[in-house]
């Protein structure tokens, strides 16, 4: 099993990247491969505003080898940052092999706009049938270095807690499939646009 990971940040090795690799060390413990990628140090323009496709079709194309996925994000403006929002409309409009694969999504901050960043990343899974996977509070870490994120002792917990949670879902997920549980069959869309 594997997860794959996205880091908004600008900072590869910053904050958000601190948080990921605490979900990624106790994903290791129980036995599940993972992969960083960060998304944050490129130039992603927002849907419909052209621009290079080739970044976002690639990492589309890797979706269907992952079990499961962490989308972190730095707040910047009590938001997730710019690039983040652009990616994850890019990826959402294009990739389809989301479906009924856990998710979780996480933020770092330096003191405030967390939970209402951690609802806005939310809403993309939960447009995708995509399991949310919580911990013991609200998915965020504070700091403005990794070094202050891991003094964050309650944040780190909250990850320790979220990576074990994500880990202990899927191995639920694979022993249904071993058990011939599969996911429901997920009908095509109805879009009313409030228009009868
Ligand atoms: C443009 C910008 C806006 C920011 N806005 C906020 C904010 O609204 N609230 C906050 O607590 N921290 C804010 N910060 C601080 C970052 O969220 C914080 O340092 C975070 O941990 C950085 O994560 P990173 O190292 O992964 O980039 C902002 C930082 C930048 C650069």
Redesign the pocket.
Known sequence: MKVLMF?????EN??????LKIIADQLKKEGIESKIICV?NREISGVGAGGDDAFIKEIASQIKDYDGFVF????????P?GTMISFLDRLFATCKDFALKPACCV????????TASVDVLNKYPMFYNMPLISSNYWNM??????K??LKDEEGVQTMELLGRNMAYFLKCIKCGKENNLFPPEIPNKIKTNYIR
């Open positions: 880091n908004g940040s600008p900072r910053g904050c958000t990247n601190a948080a944050g972190g994000s730095p707040v910047y403006y009590a938001s940052n933020v770092s901050c330096r003191r405030g706009g967390a870490v504070h700091g403005n270095s990794p202050e994120v």
